[in-house]
Nanobody, 124 residues
């Protein structure tokens, strides 16, 4: 059974950093694009960052560009999200997702596999 498990969330002060990890099991996702989305309370799930299967290309939401970095280690079947200069508005549950293909997408509907999420809270 395919599974994505996020970790690394927590409580951090504004200006701080966190590194999220997404470990895949049950199958390899080395040929799949991967992404991070986030969902704040009573808000819709929003795109954060995505990366192609070979790490050749990445894309970011305007709100996180220059502060967040997505990366992957296919040998470990793991995707990361390095988050720097965190702001209170970054507070949300962060979800890892895997697409059916290797090219990246910014829309949630393109992703077939999802993790359960990890909470990130940024205090002011």
């Amino acid at each position: 059974q395919e599974q994505l498990v996020e970790s690394g969330g927590g409580l951090v002060q504004a200006g701080g950093s966190l590194r999220l990890s997404c470990a895949a099991s049950g199958r390899t996702f080395s040929r799949n694009a991967m992404a991070w989305f986030r969902q704040a309370p009573e808000k819709e799930r929003k795109f954060v960052a995505t990366i192609t299967w070979d790490s050749a290309s990445t894309a970011y939401a305007d709100s996180v560009a220059g502060r967040f970095t997505i990366s992957r280690d296919n040998a470990k079947n793991t995707v990361y999200l390095q988050m720097n200069s965190l702001k209170p508005e970054d507070t949300a549950v962060y979800f890892c997702a895997a697409a059916q293909s290797g090219y990246y997408y910014r829309t949630a509907s393109a992703y077939a596999y999802w993790g359960q999420g990890t909470q990130v809270t940024v205090s002011s």
